[in-house]
Nanobody, 118 residues
Framework: VQLVESGGGLVQPGGSLRLSCTAS????????MSWYRQAPGKERELVAR????????IKANSVKGRFAISRDNAKDTVYLQMNSLKPEDTAVYYC????????????WGQGTQVTVSS
């Protein structure tokens, strides 16, 4: 099982990035997919989730109206579109996959660094 994030980097305030997370080793379409983030000295925070049925939700109030999550089951990939980035969005962003119909199927990617700075 692998989750590989990409798309992070350094961006100026107000800029945009699109993170990708490509999965392998499991039936991607059956899993709820989420993006979390963890800033230095802070706890890991749930940012957004898209369910196996396709329903999506932004979970972090601080990014509502700026971020969007989507998935492409044909490509086994989940995306996080991040617009109007702020310095406080700086964090390591992690992809997570969870199978809700049975316990123990919970996978994490290695994370990708997003730095928002001028």
């Amino acid at each position: 099982v692998q989750l590989v994030e990409s798309g992070g980097g350094l961006v100026q305030p107000g800029g945009s990035l699109r993170l990708s997370c490509t999965a392998s080793g499991f039936t991607f379409s059956s899993y709820d997919m989420s993006w979390y983030r963890q800033a230095p000295g802070k706890e890991r925070e749930l940012v957004a989730r898209v369910t196996s049925a396709g329903g999506s939700a932004i979970k972090a109030n601080s990014v509502k109206g700026r971020f969007a999550i989507s998935r492409d089951n044909a490509k086994d990939t989940v995306y996080l579109q991040m617009n109007s980035l702020k310095p406080e969005d700086t964090a390591v962003y992690y992809c997570n996959a969870v199978y809700r119909r049975a316990p123990g199927y919970d996978y994490w990617g290695q994370g990708t660094q997003v730095t928002v700075s001028s």
